[in-house]
């Protein structure tokens, strides 16, 4: 049986049930620590944090 090539793997999406999809992201230490002091300080999780700031970011608004 012949092996894969490069590029023919298909993902599957991974999506809560209120609608959420995993996506994976690297950041820098300092990014890391400023993300999980704010999340402290805002009693909220980073994935909150992350999910504000692309929406400000694109200028998606507060609400989906």
Not at 40 to 54: M, T, Y
């Amino acid at each position: 049986m012949p092996k894969p090539t490069g590029g023919t793997r298909v993902r599957q999406k991974l999506t809560t049930k209120g609608g959420l999809t995993r996506e994976t992201a690297y950041l820098y230490d300092d990014e890391e620590s400023a993300l999980e002091l704010r999340a402290e300080r805002e009693r909220c999780s980073k994935s909150e944090i992350v999910r504000r700031a692309l929406r400000a970011y694109l200028g998606l608004g507060a609400d989906g």
